[in-house]
């Protein structure tokens, strides 16, 4: 088998990628290679009679173990590769087949024979707890039920109640899913489009059976993940299987279609919420209800998500009483996983409404309601999340949008909240010295955020020596002993401080060997080599704050006009990074609000089948974006917090407050209804201000 190499790998990646020198999952080309194609689920809910023709879940046993819970208590829910005694979702595998090309195998698929019996699907989340278990052994589709904070009692001035709804979401990177795997007879090597080349091999070794050690994992350029390549799915462990079968390459690249039913889903969250104040706005104590339709399998974090949207909910501010129930529901969709965010937006979108609500209750402005809710010191809410001190960056926050004279002018909206970094399990980082040059491997993986970028910066500035000798290496399990993954706002921060701590033990190592004769030019000549694992202390938690302003066009419709970021990131890596990485946010944020979502019909089909009827936010619907930042360095050797996450947190609630401003009314689901975006021009003016 041929290994894979990049092309122009010494050059910098502007250089290669304009090029065309990019190398993705779909340019791999292998001797032999095969093309996998997988037969599909029609049906959301149907007993699987019999399977004929390719690769069947009678011959691929393996399964990706999950977990569900009922009242009864713990039951496993196993999530078959290839299912051969029922389905849950549309689009769920069934079957495999091999061809020269992909068109070849598309044309195989027809000769394979799958004859269901339909059952009645439960799709509607809040339905889904009295229904029938969609699983056998299951007592009930309730997956996880949890509490957190203590029940109180209790009466105040204000009192406001409103239940919020976030709809399923597809993650839509510009790159669906993908991977080569290939087998030597010994090692199994996968070619992926990934976040986490080690999170990769960890789940094919598990399903498959092997050793970790026996298989490796290289990450190709990757066009993107938002979440959703974070872990393997069942094509993954299809497509290893056979390549180990045949003792041939085997190719799996998903259609946009693919992409759209099979690609786990973000968001599917209702938060019913209730808060308590006295009439200067004062916050008294909080109860919340949140439910999370997880799909069809507890798989991808899907089970843990409920506890964590309801643990951050009190976000930046001091609520001294709350109480919250988390629940996660089984229906037949497709799994939930993580998306940008992963929980932060949701919790941050139930409590800033909220505090709109108390806002407009007590006539305060929504600033000042913020603000006498900020903390002065650092604190644990009752539901057990940590935070900063938060009224001074507030401050800091409304100064740099200049809000007293934004409010004068135009309708705006405010978010307020709290980024909690991915800081579990540390990161890795590894560096070498050869030939004049520095070879670097982290262990999380870039897919599309430039890490080299900042990676060369700290280098650099720790070893003083130039950028361009200084070369950022595909992820690759069988380079660098260990390592997490790329997601939740962590890569800077703690893959910024494994590379600090590689290159200082990197140059330890060459003072060592060199004594006074050490300099950046003698190190570059010698030959030395470093790997760190960073773990860091202490509370990693920032602050974040929106303003978004909306308008009406020419044509009546309802838009937003104008976000502005005010973000504490600690010390700036590199600043036309961060303004890309918040950007690209903001697109997603306000394609959320507006535009994005996943439907389907009673019987579990997808509605939105195409990228058009998804949503996704086209460049003249981008709002204008304007990018500051907060200079509080955190207590890590470079300087640096989380950011990634920042503007799906805090876009959504500011953008849907201005158009509520802005139309006179309240907004509850997301995305908002187009028909309510243009009421303006069907209603007239003195209508709508009546409302």
């Known amino acids: 088998m041929s290994e894979v190499t990049f092309e122009g790998e010494e050059q910098d990646p502007d250089v290669r990628f304009v090029k065309g020198a990019g190398k993705y999952v779909d340019d791999v080309k292998l001797d032999g290679m095969l093309s996998l194609h997988v037969v599909r689920s029609p049906y959301a809910r149907?007993?699987?009679?019999?399977?004929?023709?390719?690769?069947?879940?009678?011959?691929?046993?393996?399964?990706?173990?999950?977990?569900?819970?009922?009242?009864?208590?713990?039951?496993?829910?196993?999530?078959?590769?290839?299912?051969?005694?029922?389905?849950?979702?549309?689009?769920?595998?069934?079957?495999?087949?091999?061809?020269?090309?992909?068109?070849?195998?598309?044309?195989?698929?027809?000769?394979?024979?799958?004859?269901?019996?339909?059952?009645?699907?439960?799709?509607?989340?809040?339905?889904?707890?009295?229904?029938?278990?969609?699983?056998?052994?299951?007592?009930?589709?309730?997956?996880?039920?949890?509490?957190?904070?203590?029940?109180?009692?209790?009466?105040?001035?204000?009192?406001?109640?409103?239940?919020?709804?976030?709809?399923?979401?597809?993650?839509?990177?510009?790159?669906?899913?993908?991977?080569?795997?290939?087998?030597?007879?010994?090692?199994?090597?996968?070619?992926?489009?990934?976040?986490?080349?080690?999170?990769?091999?960890?789940?094919?070794?598990?399903?498959?059976?092997?050793?970790?050690?026996?298989?490796?994992?290289?990450?190709?350029?990757?066009?993107?993940?938002?979440?959703?390549?974070?872990?393997?799915?069942?094509?993954?462990?299809?497509?290893?299987?056979?390549?180990?079968?045949?003792?041939?390459?085997?190719?799996?690249?998903?259609?946009?279609?693919?992409?759209?039913?099979?690609?786990?889903?973000?968001?599917?969250?209702?938060?019913?919420?209730?808060?308590?104040?006295?009439?200067?706005?004062?916050?008294?104590?909080?109860?919340?209800?949140?439910?999370?339709?997880?799909?069809?399998?507890?798989?991808?974090?899907?089970?843990?998500?409920?506890?964590?949207?309801?643990?951050?909910?009190?976000?930046?501010?001091?609520?001294?009483?709350?109480?919250?129930?988390?629940?996660?529901?089984?229906?037949?969709?497709?799994?939930?996983?993580?998306?940008?965010?992963?929980?932060?937006?949701?919790?941050?979108?139930?409590?800033?409404?909220?505090?709109?609500?108390?806002?407009?209750?007590?006539?305060?402005?929504?600033?000042?309601?913020?603000?006498?809710?900020?903390?002065?010191?650092?604190?644990?809410?009752?539901?057990?999340?940590?935070?900063?001190?938060?009224?001074?960056?507030?401050?800091?926050?409304?100064?740099?949008?200049h809000y007293s004279s934004r409010k004068k002018k135009g309708k705006l909206g405010l978010s307020f909240f709290m980024l909690i970094p991915a800081a579990y399990g540390g990161e890795s980082a590894k560096l070498a010295v050869r030939g004049g040059r520095v070879k670097v491997w982290m262990g999380g993986s870039s897919h599309g955020q430039r890490h080299d970028v900042f990676a060369k910066t700290l280098i650099s500035g720790e070893l003083g020596i130039p950028q361009d000798v200084i070369d950022f290496q595909h992820a690759d399990t069988a380079a660098i002993s260990g390592g997490v993954g790329s997601w939740g706002s962590r890569t800077a921060l703690l893959g910024g401080g494994a590379l600090v701590e590689a290159s200082r033990m990197l140059k330890a190592k060459a003072k060592k060997e060199l004594g006074k004769r050490y300099s950046p030019a003698r190190l570059l000549d010698g030959e030395y080599e470093a790997e760190a694992f960073f773990k860091p202390k202490g509370l990693l938690n920032s602050l974040g704050a929106n303003l978004a302003t909306a308008r009406i066009t020419k044509d009546g419709s309802a838009v937003v006009d104008e976000v502005l970021s005010f973000y504490d990131v600690g010390k700036v890596l590199n600043p036309v990074m961060l303004e890309s990485q918040v950007t690209g946010g903001v697109a997603q944020g306000i394609g959320e609000v507006m535009y994005e979502q996943a439907l389907y019909s009673e019987e579990g089909q997808l509605l939105t089948a195409s990228i058009a009827d998804a949503g996704v936010i086209h460049s003249t619907e981008m709002p204008k974006s304007v990018v500051m930042t907060g200079a509080h360095r955190s207590d890590l050797p470079h300087g640096a917090k989380g950011v990634g996450e920042s503007p799906t947190i805090g876009v959504p609630p500011a953008a849907t407050r201005a158009l509520e401003v802005l139309l006179g009314r309240r907004f509850t689901t997301l995305p908002i209804e187009p028909e309510k975006l243009w009421a303006v021009r069907l209603t007239g003016a003195e209508e709508r201000r009546s409302r």
């Open 46 to 401: 149907a007993r699987v009679l019999s399977v004929s023709g390719g690769i069947t879940g009678n011959e691929l046993k393996a399964t990706m173990e999950s977990v569900g819970e009922d009242a009864g208590g713990r039951s496993a829910v196993p999530f078959p590769v290839l299912s051969a005694s029922y389905v849950s979702y549309v689009g769920q595998p069934v079957a495999a087949v091999l061809g020269a090309d992909r068109y070849e195998a598309a044309d195989r698929a027809e000769e394979v024979d799958v004859q269901y019996e339909p059952l009645k699907p439960v799709i509607d989340p809040e339905k889904a707890i009295e229904f029938e278990p969609i699983h056998p052994g299951m007592k009930s589709n309730l997956a996880s039920e949890v509490e957190l904070g203590k029940k109180f009692e209790l009466r105040a001035p204000v009192e406001v109640e409103e239940t919020f709804r976030m709809t399923r979401i597809t993650p839509n990177s510009l790159e669906t899913r993908g991977l080569v795997a290939a087998y030597d007879g010994s090692v199994l090597t996968v070619y992926a489009s990934t976040q986490s080349v080690f999170s990769w091999r960890e789940g094919l070794a598990g399903a498959l059976g092997l050793k970790e050690e026996s298989v490796r994992v290289v990450q190709m350029d990757t066009g993107g993940g938002f979440g959703s390549k974070g872990g393997i799915y069942p094509e993954y462990v299809v497509a290893a299987y056979a390549a180990m079968k045949t003792k041939r390459p085997v190719k799996w690249s998903e259609s946009r279609y693919e992409n759209l039913m099979a690609t786990d889903q973000g968001r599917g969250v209702r938060g019913r919420m209730k808060v308590y104040a006295d009439r200067k706005g004062k916050l008294k104590g909080l109860k919340a209800d949140i439910l999370v339709d997880i799909g069809a399998y507890p798989l991808g974090g899907g089970g843990w998500t409920p506890k964590w949207i309801a643990s951050q909910l009190i976000g930046p501010y001091a609520v001294p009483k709350a109480y919250a129930t988390a629940k996660a529901v089984l229906t037949n969709k497709v799994n939930l996983g993580p998306y940008r965010g992963a929980g932060r937006p949701e919790a941050a979108f139930f409590m800033e409404k909220m505090m709109d609500r108390v806002a407009d209750e007590t006539g305060l402005d929504a600033a000042e309601v913020r603000l006498r809710n900020a903390t002065l010191r650092k604190t644990t809410s009752p539901l057990g999340m940590e935070a900063p001190p938060s009224k001074k960056f507030f401050m800091e926050a409304l100064r740099a949008f």
